[in-house]
């Protein structure tokens, strides 16, 4: 106890006797603590304590003195006043607990558990740090150490050695690759160790040395695919779930060499219905699924444990959407826990799409035969969660196959006689052959009665008695409406009614779902969900369900997901949504209000609190409002007695707000109301700026992004009055440059995922120009190529035009920066063409064929026509200033680029 108590009082610190006053910006935020500073004489006492208690005979305290250590030494990476547990500042740590690892046959049991647990956890938790900053040669002694102990007779220290060296796997020190044949040679000895644990570390070494470092799995692919192909059937779960952990990771891999996809291409007459057995549920879970059905028929409230966490959706401005499958997609089993039911799942997903139909549907339709019409209905659902996991991958080859199948899923679908789980894996297949359904509406001889089949399917099942198989309807109806689009146009009165119906009757989880389906149901079909009279039949029911949940508690989780569906059906409704927008209005600022104050009396905050959480989507849901209102959402604001007169007042307060999430949404709605409603935003536009430059930071991306965009378009509104700007445009300059010249590295020295940053950033930078190009020019020759690169990659073509624009007045201010850019002109010459060729580049065709081969670049968009006259005299400027640079570029030119030069640009 005394050594967690320590470990929170450095890392967590206790909150003061008495807060500071908050400042009045319409709500109040909550007292961050600072943390105890210590004297070296404190940190050195405390260094020692710790050290010895990772020996002391008592297990407890080893823990707790270990997981002290741990956090202490993670902290001290972002916390100036724990530098002292930085590593590269405890210069005896490791060696301390290399001494107790080498001395572990002359010593007790206590002295070598306490070494390897706690470095085991500062393997964990900072790995690459730990590599760089601990004293190398005690370091590189750890490697030889750890090997030692792997033939210990004591479990404890076989297994925590053990993955000690597993977690080395990703720092690859040079101690371990010396001796890999060593730590090869270990793991083989210990695969058919009795300690579970021990065997399970094996499968999870193997497993990431292959994610990680394939080149060493190579040679020794056989005998390795061989092992865990025997242990996926280990008789015990844990380690069975880890080496099929193995399957899924190599049909991931970025890269395979022939010789290992011939090798597990071997496998897989013995390896696939190895996992169709694996889908099977175990007995003792059939057991506990079966005593559940009884109680999700009951129809009574669901329980806490039985609830999944409700997360809110981060929206990022100025980026391209995410094509990656939905969540629901994925989600075939309603529980969060990773088995080897969903392994084996996923697994053969990956293998057929690796290999495809031709090395995957030989082994696996004889068994997926006799499944598919078993008499056990256990079996029979393991068939058809294989049959939906094979769609992608097989979806061609099974094509002559599923008119007789299809029909087949929707009858277990439909048949109340049958069990919850098989009516749940039935609708989460008939979700992963949606595209099927699509193409056939699409062949000149398909079926085009499909989507209305299985809309009424769907629709139809929605009440069922189960609320599991309401969940699998749901995300079900989800997915199938993502790939259908617009050919639900003629079926959405019905569904809407049917999904009123499951309004009444829904309880939270599956209500949850329900929203969220609703909610894609307005982004993928579109406009047509918000058009006449539709509206009206489901708006309502929702507004009141607000207030129902609102009234009994207004912090109920379930109310995200329906403020993220009404945020998406605002945009689609447009003025449409007018009749109930000043509720929504309302709705959205009282719960703004009501959980800022429940969060000012909070002691402690973490940065991404739960708690915020209902802010975000009620920020979400007012742009939702400001994008379906455009100018009218002034009057809409003006007109409410309650929140009118202090909407200016919390839209300071929310862009300062302690948690990133919070300003993440803000900086999304700032820039809407930018461009829709800019009078509100006027009278705290310099303070709103000012938050908005301290919230570019990359170690949170999607507010940076925010936050950035958002300044961008508060540019396009000012014009070419830089007035507003002034104050801040030196310093928004030097924050965007970073951005334009490559990723940021962390402490831990890991890039940065700036992922659409320096898209947005490259936007903004032109924005900023176009208002005043001396705002950027005297700079510019710092990060032009980067510009350059960036502004070629904005997705959005206004915003890339923006770019473009304010590029050119940029170079006219400063023509010198061209020379000064780079160390050869040609250099930067052959840049500034390549980002005017991306305006010719056919959407999504980068292949080197476009340069090279047959002629196909498109015409400069022509409602962008100004800008191409802009560029032209440009090119030709450059061209007469360049000389012999010139025709040192152009005979580098392709061939293909040289034409359009020539032939749009006159260059």
């Known amino acids: 106890m005394a050594g967690l108590s320590l470990k929170n009082a450095l890392v967590s610190p206790p909150p003061p006797t008495s807060a500071a006053p908050a400042p009045d910006h319409g709500y109040n935020t909550a007292f961050i603590p600072k943390r105890m500073t210590l004297t070296n004489d404190a940190s050195a006492e405390i260094k020692s304590s710790l050290l010895q208690s990772i020996t002391d005979e008592v297990c407890g305290v080893r823990s707790a003195a270990s997981t002290a250590i741990a956090r202490c030494c993670t902290m001290a990476g972002s916390v100036n006043e724990l530098h002292m547990f930085r590593i590269s500042e405890w210069s005896e740590l490791i060696p301390f607990l290399l001494s107790c690892i080498n001395q572990s046959a002359n010593t007790q049991q206590n002295v070598t558990s306490g070494a390897l647990l706690t470095l085991r956890k500062l393997l964990e938790d900072i790995p690459l740090r730990l590599a760089r900053e601990a004293p190398s040669s005690s370091f590189n002694d750890l490697t030889p150490a750890l090997l030692a102990l792997l033939s210990s007779q004591d479990e404890i220290v076989r297994k925590e050695s053990l993955a000690c060296l597993n977690c080395l796997i990703d720092p690859m020190p040079g101690s371990l690759v010396a001796r890999m044949n060593d730590y090869l040679t270990g793991l083989s000895g210990l695969a058919a160790d009795p300690s579970t644990s021990v065997r399970k570390l094996v499968c999870q070494g193997i497993v990431a040395l292959l994610s990680r470092r394939s080149e060493y799995i190579r040679p020794h692919i056989a005998s390795i695919s061989e092992f865990m192909l025997k242990a996926t059937s280990d008789p015990d779960p844990l380690v069975a779930i880890e080496a099929c952990d193995f399957w899924l990771t190599f049909a991931s891999l970025d890269e395979t060499t022939d010789d290992m996809m011939e090798c597990i ?67 075939f089993d309603d529980d969060n826990e990773w088995t080897l039911r969903k392994c084996s799942a996923a697994s053969l997903d990956a293998l057929a799409g690796l290999y495809g139909a031709a090395y995957t549907l030989p082994p696996l339709l004889p068994a997926l035969e006799v499944g598919l019409s078993h008499n056990d209905q256990w079996i029979r ?21 599923l008119p007789q199948l299809h029909p087949f899923l929707l009858s277990q679908l439909s048949n109340s006689n049958v069990l919850p789980q098989l ?35 769907l629709a139809g099942q929605l009440l069922d008695r189960n609320k599991k198989v309401q969940v699998a309807i749901c995300s079900a109806f989800g997915v199938f409406v993502e790939a259908t689009c617009e050919l639900m146009v003629p079926y959405l009165e019905p569904v809407y009614q049917a999904f009123v119906e499951a309004m009444k009757v829904y309880r939270t989880r599956s209500l949850m779902i329900l929203l969220d389906t609703m909610g894609v149901m307005a982004n993928y079909v579109g406009t047509s969900t918000g058009e006449g009279p539709l509206p009206g039949l489901y708006v309502p029911a929702l507004l009141q369900i607000w207030n129902d949940f609102a009234s009994d508690n207004p912090f109920d989780r379930a109310l995200l997901p329906l403020m993220e569906c009404l945020a998406s059906i605002t945009v689609t409704c447009g003025l449409n949504f007018q009749p109930w927008a000043m509720e929504a209005f309302e709705n959205s600022m009282s719960m703004i209000e009501a959980c800022n104050l429940v969060i000012a009396h909070e002691e402690e905050l973490a940065e991404d609190d739960e708690l915020a959480d209902p802010i975000i989507c009620s920020v979400d849901l007012l742009d939702g409002l400001v994008e379906a209102l455009g100018g009218n959402f002034v009057a809409l604001v003006s007109g409410s007695s309650r929140y009118g007169p202090t909407f200016a007042n919390v839209l300071v307060g929310l862009s300062e707000h302690q948690i990133t999430g919070v300003r993440m949404s803000f900086f999304a709605l700032l820039g809407d109301l930018a461009r829709k409603a800019p009078s509100l935003i006027e ?225």
């Not at 659902?381 to 196959?401: F, N, R, V, W």
């Not at 009516?423 to 989460?428: E, H």
């Not at 303070?687 to 961008?712: R, T, V, Y």
Request: with cysteine; glycine share 8%; charged share 20%.
């Open 683 to 907: 009278a705290g536009l310099p303070k709103l700026l000012s938050e908005a430059l301290s919230s570019i930071d990359p170690m949170h991306s999607a507010m940076c992004n925010n936050a950035i965009w958002a300044i961008g378009e508060v540019c396009v509104r000012c014009g070419v009055n830089a007035e507003p700007l002034n104050p801040h445009a030196a310093q928004l300059v030097q924050l965007l440059i970073p951005f334009l010249m490559g990723n940021s590295i962390d402490i831990d020295g890991v890039i940065v995922e700036t992922n659409g940053i320096a898209e947005n950033a490259a936007t903004t930078m032109g924005r900023l120009a176009c208002v005043d190009a001396n705002f950027v020019a005297p700079e510019m020759s710092r990060f032009l190529h980067g510009w350059l690169t960036a502004m070629s990659h904005v997705s959005s073509s206004d915003e890339r035009r923006d770019a473009f624009q304010g590029f050119v007045l940029s170079i006219r201010a400063n023509p010198q920066s061209i020379q000064s850019a780079g160390a050869d002109l040609s250099d930067t010459i052959t840049a500034i063409l390549f980002a005017v060729m991306s305006w010719h580049i056919p959407q999504g065709d980068l292949s080197p064929d476009l340069l090279h081969s047959s002629y196909g670049f498109q015409p400069f968009p022509a409602e962008y026509g100004e800008l191409l006259n802009t560029l032209k005299h440009l090119l030709r400027d450059i061209k007469a200033s360049a000389g012999e640079c010139w025709a040192t570029v152009d005979n580098q030119m392709p061939t293909n680029v040289k034409r359009l030069m020539a032939e749009v640009y006159g260059v």
């Open 423 to 457: 009516r749940c894996i039935a609708a989460w297949t008939i979700g992963r052959y949606s595209s099927w359904v699509v193409d056939q509406m699409n062949d000149d001889n398909g079926d085009k009665t499909l989507v209305a089949k299985v809309a009424q399917a």
């Open 265 to 331: 291409a071997g496998l897989l007459p013995r390896l696939l219905p190895q996992l169709l057995k694996g889908m099977v549920y175990p007995a003792e879970k059939i057991e506990e699924l079966m005593e559940a059905n009884a109680l999700d028929e009951d129809g009574g409230m669901d329980k806490a444990q039985d609830l999944a966490p409700v997360f809110h959706k981060s929206g990022v401005r100025g980026t391209k959407d995410d094509d990656s499958e939905s969540e629901e997609d994925n989600d």
């Open 381 to 401: 659902e393991a068939s058809i969660l294989a049959l939906g996991a094979i769609a992608e991958g097989c979806q061609e080859e099974l094509a002559p196959h």
